[in-house]
């Protein structure tokens, strides 16, 4: 009984910012390594920016400078700052979060729904 649910998304015109969250809920013990990732039509699913349970954070080439991502370990929410928006970020956006269960000794990726982001003048 696990589930993500991001929200945040929506449409914003070049230049401008939008900030994602994406909230793990359920029988959860510990989430480790979160992220997201895009899916623009016709293109596969990207990582976008990943973070791990210390807060070490990647970023594709992409988005750096531009995306900032972050956590709160206590609302087991990741977020993703994003500014300096251009057309080629629209894209369904999914967070993912490997999760480890309570009363269990393994991890499992989880996705959420996704949300769209559109870019647009």
């Known amino acids: 009984q696990v589930q993500l649910v991001e929200s945040g998304g929506g449409l914003v015109q070049p230049g401008g910012s939008l900030r994602l969250s994406c909230a793990a809920s359920?029988?959860?013990?510990?989430?480790?390594?979160m992220g997201w990732y895009r899916q623009a039509p016709g293109k596969q699913r990207e990582l976008v920016a990943s973070?791990?349970?210390?807060?070490?954070?990647n970023y594709a080439d992409s988005v750096k400078d531009r995306f900032t991502i972050s956590r709160d370990n206590a609302k087991k929410t990741v977020y993703l700052q994003m500014t300096s928006l251009k057309p080629e970020d629209t894209a369904v956006y999914y967070c993912?979060?490997?999760?480890?269960?309570?009363?269990?000794?393994?991890?499992?990726?989880?996705w959420g729904q996704g949300t769209q982001v559109t870019v647009s003048s």
């Open positions: 993912d979060a490997e999760i480890v269960r309570d009363g269990t000794f393994r991890s499992i990726t989880y």
């Open positions: 359920g029988s959860i013990f510990r989430a480790l390594d």
């Open positions: 973070i791990t349970s210390i807060s070490s954070t």
